[in-house]
T-cell receptor, first 110, second 109 residues
Framework: KAGVTQTPRYLIKTRGQQVTLSCSPI?????VSWYQQTPGQGLQFLFE???????NKGNFPGRFSGRQFSNSRSEMNVSTLELGDSALYLC?????????FGPGTRLTVL | DAKTTQPNSMESNEEEPVHLPCNHS???????IHWYRQLPSQGPEYVIH???SNVNNRMASLAIAEDRKSSTLILHRATLRDAAVYYC??????????FGTGTSLTVIP
């Protein structure tokens, strides 16, 4: 069974731009979570989607948004990028008890 | 958000057991205790989870205190491949995971 895939793997943007990251969960998994990982703040929960609905949201500004499609694929969008948004963005899909993480998208904001 | 406290770092000799502690004094009755680890340059991976009773799987054992305010992840024979950051997480209702800072485990050959 294929694992969680994330595209692109690396991305460089400039301040003020927006970015969209994509996540394809493991086949059959309906729940997808997103996390931001930085050296200073560690792994922080962004949001979780289940059956196209956002179920939970972490403490991030409204510039961070996401959505999930009917095939469970998910995207997250960051608008008006700031230098502090440089991070590894991780996506995970769920079975009932276990999360399976993708390799992440490394976003650099210049 | 239920919080966990872990030591920042630990060391272990290869092929010896490792006990990674976690304090979670504010745990509620329905919170599950989950452990994940993150190898260098990879996303986190599931290790083990439990509610009240001790748990074993092929990777590790989880010992949960009777009052559930602390737990210990046990790696029975550390290998170099076990060098990672280990996260202890409380999962309540829903799928919100708050990872904390974790314990960086160094395995000495």
């Amino acid at each position: 069974k294929a694992g969680v895939t994330q595209t692109p793997r690396y991305l460089i943007k400039t301040r003020g731009q927006q970015v969209t990251l994509s996540c394809s969960p493991i086949s059959g998994h309906r729940s997808v979570s997103w996390y931001q990982q930085t050296p200073g703040q560690g792994l922080q929960f962004l949001f979780e989607y289940f059956s196209e609905t956002q179920r939970n949201k972490g403490n991030f500004p409204g510039r961070f948004s996401g959505r999930q499609f009917s095939n469970s694929r998910s995207e997250m969008n960051v608008s008006t990028l700031e230098l502090g948004d440089s991070a590894l963005y991780l996506c995970a899909s769920w079975t009932y008890d276990e999360q399976f993480f993708g390799p992440g998208t490394r976003l650099t904001v210049l | 958000d239920a919080k966990t406290t872990q030591p920042n770092s630990m060391e272990s000799n290869e092929e010896e057991p490792v006990h990674l502690p976690c304090n979670h004094s504010t745990i509620s009755g329905t919170d599950y205790i989950h452990w994940y680890r993150q190898l260098p340059s990879q996303g986190p991976e599931y290790v083990i989870h439990g509610l009240t009773s001790n748990v074993n799987n092929r990777m590790a054992s989880l010992a949960i205190a009777e009052d559930r305010k602390s737990s210990t992840l046990i790696l029975h024979r550390a290998t170099l491949r076990d060098a990672a950051v280990y996260y202890c997480i409380l999962r309540g209702t829903g799928n919100q995971f708050y990872f904390g800072t974790g314990t960086s485990l160094t395995v000495i050959p």
